[in-house]
């Protein structure tokens, strides 16, 4: 036999349940033969990949009283991978016929899933039509997914040098002494063909051992605490060993600092961090050891999160009208579970978040408070932590594996913290019992995963889990979705209303510049016009601050040849390419294609390149010579990427280290900032021309909350809106802040276009990067989709960006009435998607569903 070598096959026990490291070894031989014919038991696994359906596999004996739902097994995967998977389900009759592989390993002791969130991910599963793989992928810190790596291992082997080539010596050379390596790493040292040869070579002449490894590389952060042992908590042994240590200062000099910081003598002994212990009495780990060795002390390992506490209770006082919110929420929630709060801008919606969350501490449970996105929330963070007073879990998906792991264990363990603060994401946190959920800003599209599959909404996610724990849920805006109203219109949620800011101070002041007149003026400075220079001038003045809004990053949109008409466009994507001045470059938003900027036209030479519309880089630069006295700061995707980039820009603009803040959306976005007088529009066309049955929906909002960050503390605000239409109608409800009138001609139209609340949608995009195949492809689905359903397909059709990264779209919408059996439709789609699947020309058309598409 050619390969007549042994693969070892290393499965280390690992991870925080660890007890100890148990090495298995298996053979080639026996990983191929684990279609386990005699074995009578059998499990469903959730392995974390995207794919529709769940695996089978049998249970040794031996293996058969460690398998709980919720713990993670190793198992075979493909010919020769192994994959972390979740146990789902016990005792299933296997498919008759299947090849059923074994389980190789139990990796917990305890379940790291709950039943709770089992039945969670079903229902997600089932309501966002995917897969639980792919809700597991999103679920769970990806420190707790493994998958398996080959390692290269030396072995001891007399082997005449002269028999080696070059490359099998460089390949010894790069082996770890202790461990093994793993192949990728080898991979630098030669092209991968070649080095799967000589790594055959070696093999054969025994000099290097081949073994497939799930390592847990993540562990949680852990403490380790110092404990006097109990014997020596009589006082006369403890006096005995005083004095016998008097020979030994040093270790004197430890217990007795561990009395003082334990409060030993206080009677209420503290525990003492390790390393606290050693730089307080400056002592070392040699010193304590010897201490370890005479049984004076032994050491405990705890679970390490960051409680990130708190500071002190400012003694916030409602005012009369927060005070009878709150207590109309309370109220409101004996008849509905889900109460939805409408408060203006600056109406002390955290001051009344705070205080429900502190009327419901009685209780047992948890309480997890939504935030749209963690890094622009720091502020309410921090001041929400302050009011309660107590310990916060804070969750979101900018934190290191290593972080997420431990507060993911720190939920599971007997002392859960009560109050999660958390993105998105934290719906996927393994609560104990949800007594509160509150959604902040609840309008926010944040909310909806639309980047990858599952599309879920944590909005609604965490309207089930409440439901699920006998919860109740608060969602709270400023402007709510026309959904949300119209249903607490309807009954089904409870509302309230809070609608004047703290302090009786007015709503900001607003009005409207016009944009097309400036221009035929020749009046524009740059992109703004007079009105909006003197303002800002005045404001500056004034020493207050101002906060400019332009809905786009980067320095120009189009870049254009004034000769040919040349504009740069993404190879990737039908976009055009946006200037980034400060990187010399033309990027595309996409997909992050970049073209260094060129000096001449590619099509035809010219050097007549010009720059059109304006980002928020060209803003940025523009008040620099317009307002050289004033300080600028920038707050868009490209300032913020670094971690802590925001929240540094957040506290430097509030503590006025700027006069004047530009930004994309992230500066609309919930910000508390006391000394800005003023806001600036810099385009609102844009904001309501775009294809969408919610752009108006969306332009109100935006244009509230940029104008809500605007005289929030002390004296009213003003906000200048610059725009080429000054009599759309989003302008006028806008600057009556009339919320309510929005909402009327918004419903209206929705009633008579059944768009949701009327109906609901699911979306279906196809994609490949053969345009044919997908337009092919679509059609196909769309016929059969609409057999079933008829006149509520719409399309198919290409997507207003029909291109990206280099995959050709297509997509349609089907309407369902509120009425219909969703498990009947979803059937339905899965079925025609079954027939699309199962066509040979189509297998390889990438597809996605989206329900309820925002
Ligand atoms: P919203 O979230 O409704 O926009 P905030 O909760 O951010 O409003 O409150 C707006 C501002 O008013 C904040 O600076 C807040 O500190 C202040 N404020 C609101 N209510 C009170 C109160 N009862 N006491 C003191 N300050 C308050
Ligand atoms: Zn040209
Ligand atoms: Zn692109």
Redesign the pocket.
């Known amino acids: 036999m050619k390969h007549a070598y042994n693969i070892k096959s290393k499965l280390e026990r690992i991870g925080y349940t660890s007890l100890g490291v148990l090495n298995m070894f298996m053979s080639v031989a026996c990983l191929k033969a684990t279609f386990a014919f005699m074995t009578p038991h059998f499990i469903q696994v959730i392995v974390p990949l995207a794919l529709r359906g769940v695996f089978t596999y049998a249970v040794s004996e031996e293996l058969l009283e460690e398998i709980i739902p919720g713990k993670r097994v190793v198992v075979p995967f493909g010919p020769k991978r192994l994959i972390s998977a979740i146990v789902y389900k016990l005792e299933v009759q296997p498919v008759k016929g299947a090849k059923i592989r074994n389980v190789s390993y139990v990796l917990d002791n305890e379940p790291i899933i709950t039943d709770d969130q089992f039945r969670f991910w079903e229902w997600l599963a089932n309501y966002y039509m995917c897969g639980l793989g792919s809700i597991m992928i999103a679920a769970m810190p990806d420190a707790m997914r493994l998958s398996s790596q080959t390692l290269v291992v030396l072995s001891e082997s007399n082997v005449d040098v002269e028999l080696l080539t070059s490359l099998d010596k460089s390949i010894l050379a790069n082996l770890s002494t202790k461990g093994g390596t793993p192949v990728v790493n080898l991979e630098k040292i030669g092209n991968k063909a070649s080095i799967q040869r000589s790594l055959d070579h070696l093999l054969r002449l025994g000099l290097v051992e081949v073994e497939e490894s799930v390592v847990e590389q993540i562990k949680p952060k852990t403490q380790t605490f110092v404990v006097l042992e109990d014997t020596l908590k009589d006082e006369v042994k403890l006096s005995e060993l005083l004095d016998m240590l008097v020979k030994a200062p040093k270790q004197l000099e430890v217990v007795m600092r561990y009395l003082e910081i334990s409060g030993f003598f206080r009677a209420n002994l503290q525990p003492v961090e390790r390393n606290k212990l050693l730089n307080l009495s400056n002592s070392n780990a040699s010193i304590l050891n010897a201490l370890l060795k005479k049984e004076v002390f032994y050491l405990h390992e705890e679970l390490a999160y960051d409680p990130s506490l708190t500071g002190m209770d400012e003694g916030?006082?409602?005012?009369g009208k927060?005070k009878e919110c709150a207590d109309s929420i309370l109220k409101a929630w004996n008849t509905n579970s889900t109460v939805l709060l409408h408060?203006?801008?600056?109406?002390?919606?955290?001051?009344v978040y705070a205080d429900i969350m502190k009327r419901v501490r009685s209780t047992t449970g948890q309480v997890l408070f939504l935030v749209p996105e963690i890094a622009l929330t720091t502020q309410?963070v921090e001041?929400l932590k302050r009011m309660l007073n107590e310990e916060v879990l804070v969750y979101h998906s900018r934190f290191s594996n290593k972080e997420r792991l431990t507060m993911w264990m720190q939920l599971r363990s007997s002392t859960p913290p009560r109050i999660i603060i958390g993105a998105r994401s934290s719906v996927f946190l393994p609560f104990q019992k949800l007594d509160l959920v509150i959604v902040d800003e609840e309008h926010e599209v944040s909310y909806k995963q639309a980047e990858s599959a599952p599309f879920y909404n944590a909005k609604d996610s965490a309207i089930w889990l409440a439901h699920h724990f006998g919860a109740k849920v608060l969602l709270g805006s400023?402007t709510p979705t026309v959904q949300s109203y119209y249903l607490a219109k309807q009954g089904k949620f409870g509302l309230v209303e809070?609608n004047e800011?703290?302090?009786q101070l007015k709503m900001p002041k607003i009005e409207l510049s016009d944009l097309r007149k400036a221009l035929a003026d020749k009046k524009m400075k740059g992109d703004f016009t007079p009105e909006t220079m003197a303002q800002i001038q005045q404001t500056l003045n004034n020493k207050k601050q101002v906060i400019v809004f332009q809905n786009r990053r980067g320095y120009a949109p189009y870049q254009i040849c004034q000769s040919c008409g040349w504009s740069a466009e993404c190879n990737n994507c039908d976009v055009n390419l946006t200037y980034h001045k400060f990187f010399e470059k033309l990027l595309c938003h996409y997909c992050g294609y970049s073209l260094k900027q060129p000096k001449h036209c590619p099509q035809c030479g010219s050097a007549k390149l010009v720059v059109k519309g304006y980002g928020t880089e060209k803003i940025e630069d523009d008040l620099e010579i317009l307002f050289p006295d004033a300080r600028i700061a920038r707050m868009d995707l490209d300032t913020t990427r670094k971690k802590m980039a925001l929240e540094n820009i957040i506290t430097a603009f509030q503590e006025g280290s700027h006069d004047i803040l530009v930004g994309t959306q992230m500066v609309t976005k919930?910000l508390?900032f006391?000394n800005v007088a003023m806001v600036v529009v810099m385009t609102a066309d844009a904001l309501w021309s775009r294809p969408d049955f919610r752009a108006f929906e969306r332009a109100f909002q935006l244009l509230t909350q940029v104008a809500?960050r605007a005289g929030?503390?002390t004296a009213q605000g003003k906000v200048l809106i610059q725009a080429y239409n000054l009599e759309h109608t989003v302008l006028d409800f806008v600057m009556r802040n009339d919320y309510k009138a929005m909402f009327e001609t918004q419903i209206m139209e929705r009633r008579e276009f059944d768009y949701p609340p009327f109906s609901r949608m699911i979306r279906v995009q196809l994609g490949h990067p053969d345009a044919k195949l997908t337009k092919e492809a679509s059609i196909f689905l769309g016929n059969k989709l609409r057999s079933f359903f008829g006149e509520r397909l719409l399309g198919p059709e290409e997507p207003p960006i029909a291109r990206i990264r280099n995959r050709y779209l297509r997509q349609m919408f089907i309407k369902l009435e509120i009425s219909l059996s969703s498990q009947k439709s979803r059937d339905a789609i899965w079925s025609c998607v079954d027939d699309l699947e199962g066509h040979i020309d189509f297998r390889k058309v990438r597809l996605h569903i989206d329900v309820d598409p925002i």
């Open positions: 916030y006082q409602l005012s927060q408060g203006v801008t600056g109406s002390g919606k955290t001051l309410l001041r400023a809070l800011r703290f302090g919930g508390d006391e809500g929030r503390k």
